[in-house]
């Protein structure tokens, strides 16, 4: 069961994720959204793989399959070398309380006819890890991690602040024992000085517990702050992947420039003249031809040749993918940010 | 900024009360500003700070169990808003102050074109013809940089993307060219590229109309981008207020110390190895805010006078207040910022 710490702990290749469109009832499909349109990434143990994109972009969806909680509909998912999709219900479930999912919204996301306490057990019942005493020894262990004194565990989630009803539903997924977390835009709905809150959080109980996450965001600042690699996601495709760092000082991608640019900076002394993107992303039920970005990209090398074909993500330096025919390849660069992707 | 020119728009002790069976929730609670000609005031605040309920109290849009205290003064170009009449009133909503809201799809109606609601907005207030309305509602859709406007004006607010609703409701709130907009979080619901060209364009529009703009938001890079000065609310207070330039480069109060400290910059190599700076604990409830200032036990710095008396808005320059009594008593900043490094929740 264990590979080498090397070894990616979870593999996604060519994941599509299509949904029809109906009409009617009984309606046959009338065309496909490709809402994940061939996705490649790994994300290796103790790291932290960011995927990043405007709405309607496919993170979550991306995230969901690789979890298998909606069916892909092509494509690979391997999780510690196993083949996700192929996996019976039984062996499923068992992979299941390896890998845990934060939600967005701590409003919606907790019963509210249950104490936080019976909250935090449902996984240790679920996967019948603790019963009676030894359950509640882990409950007040998981509540005392995220934060939270035990008697907490009596309350109800009315009583509760946006900030610790966020931290319960991180205790849910901890209390597990899970390797692989994925945070789909944990903090995206807290204010400022809790956001800070749950963001330490989250650092420290992967370094405490050497956790895996896929953390989903729209938020560039948070991501700078969390993420290990990030991943720029287009209309459904991964259109660049790349160290953090090297992602956020030199971006390949037209995109990810823009992103970057549209980000406002808290600095009244650096307001500027934002290279504002015109448009927005192309409708799903009509994707343009070739590249989904050409309609809005602003690029001068961009051409006809953009809207043949549709760029697949090339290694352009070592570590570094884009997805852009206009972006030469040139291995010489960043040495200092060694690839731990194998090729996509 | 203050000089000979009147405010436009003049906020003096507001005070809202909602009932609830909590008893009395002090949402707003005594807040004084002023807005003036053509400038952009952020207010800056997080959830339960008021600062929305300030924002609605101005065009008296609180309903029961709300209500605005005897006492609060909101006058717009020398008319009292709280105790005029509603013809009045209705003369000022939409013509010379306009508003618009974070979420737009709740904000529009559904059953009719986008065309025809703002033309319903001219019709309302002006006397016109259908015709020509609806030709200043597709002019205005162009203003406002929607593409193909004819097409879109006849098109339902479901048909279009969140930015193009967002426009949508710009062009409501500007087409009979007010002279104040009030946006309380306006690009918080839109895509970080959409957002910032819904603020490019409110910065040309407000420029080429001279229009002045109230900014609500719990953004603190929207206020830096956008406004010229800052209120930052607390407990249904102001807490401090500066020329954005000073606020950013000089804060006093402890909060909005703590607020700017806790935002992540998008700058990697800053961040990932450091932790983020946090303000321990969490907003208490409208219903219960704390004795003395209301900030004190959630504050580095606080001792026994601030859990007693509640601090008033010192004046630290012209242009410059902040409700803290370390204004009284500067020495005391020296003491160790010991809430800092805290990141439990210690009450609730």
């Known amino acids: ?344 | 900024m203050t000089g000979a020119t009147p405010p436009l728009l003049s906020i003096r002790d507001l005070r809202i009360v909602f009932a609830t069976a909590a008893g009395p929730a002090r949402a707003v609670d005594g807040v004084t500003l002023a807005v003036y000609p053509g400038e952009t005031v952020g207010i800056v605040g997080e959830s339960g700070s008021g600062k929305s309920v300030m924002a609605l109290s101005i065009l008296r849009l609180i309903r029961p169990p709300g209500r605005i205290e005897p006492g609060s003064s909101v006058t717009f170009d020398g008319l009292d808003l709280v105790s005029c009449d509603v013809t009045s009133l209705r003369a000022i909503r939409g013509r010379r102050i306009g508003m618009v809201f974070q979420e737009p799809m709740t904000a529009l109606n559904p059953v009719f074109t986008v065309g025809d609601q703002i033309a319903e907005v001219i019709r309302v207030h002006e006397p016109t013809t259908n015709a020509a309305a609806w030709a200043r509602a597709v002019a205005m859709l162009r203003a406002v940089g929607v593409p193909a406007a004819a097409d879109r004006a006849r098109q339902y607010p479901h048909e279009l993307s969140g930015g193009t609703r967002q426009r949508v409701m710009l062009a409501m709130a500007l087409v009979l060219r007010p002279g104040l907009l009030i946006a309380d979080e306006p690009t918080t619901a839109l895509d970080v590229t959409v957002q910032a060209q819904i603020l490019a364009l409110l910065a040309d529009l407000q420029q080429e109309m001279g229009m002045a703009v109230l900014l609500i938001t719990h953004d603190l890079a929207i206020v830096a981008t956008v406004a010229s000065r800052v209120i930052v609310m607390y407990g249904g207070q102001a807490v401090e207020e500066a020329p954005v330039e000073e606020l950013f480069a000089a804060a006093h109060h402890p909060y909005t110390e703590g607020l700017l400290r806790a935002i992540p910059r998008p700058d990697p190599e800053s961040g990932r190895a450091g932790r983020l700076a946090v303000i321990p604990g969490t907003v208490p409830p409208a219903t219960a805010w704390p004795s003395g200032c209301r900030f004190h036990d959630r504050c580095p710095f606080a001792w026994d006078r601030c859990r007693d008396e509640m601090p008033p808005l010192y004046a630290l320059s012209a242009t410059h207040a902040s409700r803290c009594h370390l204004a009284a008593e500067p020495a005391r900043r020296t003491a160790p910022r010991a809430g800092e490094m805290a990141h439990t929740e210690p009450r609730s």
């Not at chain 1, 845990?100 to 019948?128: C, I, K, M, W």
């Not at chain 1, 005493?133 to 035990?150: F, T």
């Open chain 1, 1 to 344: 069961m264990i590979a080498s710490p090397t070894a990616p702990l979870v593999a996604a290749r060519d994941l599509s994720v299509h949904f029809p469109i109906t009409h009617g009832v009984f309606g046959s499909p009338l065309g496909w959204v490709r809402a994940v349109d061939g996705v490649s990434f790994t994300v290796s143990r103790g790291e932290t793989l960011a995927l990043v994109g405007e709405s309607g972009s496919g993170k979550t969806t991306t995230a969901r399959a690789l979890l298998r909680l909606i069916p892909a509909t092509s494509g690979d998912v391997s999780f510690d070398g196993v083949d996700v999709r192929a996996l019976r219900a039984a062996p499923l479930r068992r992979l299941r309380r390896r890998m845990q999912l934060v939600f967005q919204d701590p409003y919606s996301s907790l019963n509210p006819r249950r104490t936080v306490g019976e909250a935090v057990r449902e996984g240790l019942l679920v996967h019948r890890l603790a019963d009676g005493s030894a359950a509640d020894d882990r409950v007040r262990n998981a509540l005392e991690e995220v934060g939270l004194r035990p008697d907490f565990a009596h309350r109800y989630p009315y009583e509760l602040s946006g900030g610790q009803r966020q931290r319960v539903g991180i205790a849910r997924a901890l209390v597990v024992e899970p390797e692989f977390l994925v945070c789909d835009e944990p903090v995206s709905a807290l204010d400022v000085s809790v956001q800070a809150q749950i963001i330490n959080l989250l650092q420290d109980l992967q370094r405490d517990h050497h956790l895996t996450y896929l953390y989903i965001a729209h938020d560039l600042a948070v991501v700078a702050q969390v993420a290990t690699r990030v991943a720029v996601m287009y209309f459904g495709r991964i259109v660049e992947l790349a160290p953090a760092a090297a992602l956020f000082h030199d971006p390949l991608m037209p995109y990810t420039r823009a992103l970057l640019a549209s980000v406002l900076v808290p600095d009244p002394m650096a307001r500027r003249a934002h290279t504002v993107l015109a448009g927005e992303s192309p409708s799903p039920t009509a994707p343009p031809p070739g590249c989904a970005f050409y309609p809005r990209c602003p690029d001068p090398r961009k051409d006809a040749a953009c809207t043949t074909v549709v760029p697949p993500l090339e290694e352009k330096a070592p570590g570094r993918f884009a997805a852009c025919i206009k972006e030469p390849v040139r291995l010489a660069r960043i040495p200092s940010h060694p690839s731990p992707d194998p090729q996509p």
